[in-house]
Every structure is written in structure tokens, then in C-alpha cells.
């Protein structure tokens, strides 16, 4: 089992930054990739942001030039740096480490852009 818990979310004026840590426990080997995700209501979850253990990284084209992926496998952490941030930004972010075979998913942290 794996447990991932988030922070670093909130409220933040359109044009602002916010930086979103999420660390992991547990049977902690092998987790590739360790991301982000989010969801509004009424719609499905999201991809984000993910990065491999290696530094490959994968972004959704909307976060692009504005977001930021890191990792610190030493730390068994994942980070989302977020800039310019927008008020369609606004939902629940969900960190997410896969183990095979199985995603974990953290308990989420609500990130809201106030315009």
C-alpha cells in the first residue's frame, strides 16, 4: 500500500503562483510515474502533470510554459510549481503514483483562482 499526502493548495488571484507537494509512504518502491491530476465538478479527472523516476515528464497542453513538474525520489515527493495561474485553473488537484499494478490516488487539495 502506498499513501499519498498532499499540500500546498488554496486561494490565489488570477496571475499568482501556488506550489503543491505531495509525499509518499508505505510499500514505496517502485512507484513510476508520480503526477497530478484534477477535477471540477461534473467533469472526469484530468491529467496534469506526470514525471517518471528518470525525469522524463508529460504535460496537458493547457499547463504548458505555465507549470512546472519536479521530483525528489530521495524524498519520495512530487511537486507542481504553478504560475500565471488562471481561474479555469480552479478544481481539486489529486497527486497520483503508479505501482504496478494499481494508481494510488492522494485524498486531493483544492486549488482556487480567484479572477
Known amino acids: 500500500q502506498v499513501q499519498l499526502v498532499e499540500s500546498g493548495g488554496g486561494l490565489v488571484q488570477a496571475g499568482g503562483s501556488l506550489r503543491l507537494s505531495c509525499a509518499a509512504s508505505?510499500?514505496?518502491?517502485?512507484?513510476?510515474?508520480m503526477g497530478w491530476y484534477r477535477q471540477t465538478p461534473g467533469k472526469q479527472r484530468e491529467l496534469v502533470a506526470t514525471?517518471?523516476?528518470?525525469?522524463?515528464?508529460n504535460y496537458a497542453d493547457f499547463v504548458k510554459g505555465r507549470f512546472t513538474i519536479s521530483r525528489d525520489n530521495a524524498k519520495n515527493t512530487v511537486y507542481l510549481q504553478m504560475n500565471s495561474l488562471k481561474p479555469e485553473d480552479t478544481a481539486v488537484y489529486y497527486c497520483?503514483?503508479?505501482?504496478?499494478?494499481?494508481?494510488?490516488w492522494g485524498q486531493g487539495t483544492q486549488v482556487t483562482v480567484s479572477s
Open positions: 514525471m517518471t523516476s528518470g525525469g522524463s515528464t
Open positions: 497520483s503514483a503508479f505501482q504496478y499494478p494499481r494508481n494510488y
Open positions: 508505505g510499500s514505496i518502491f517502485s512507484i513510476n510515474p
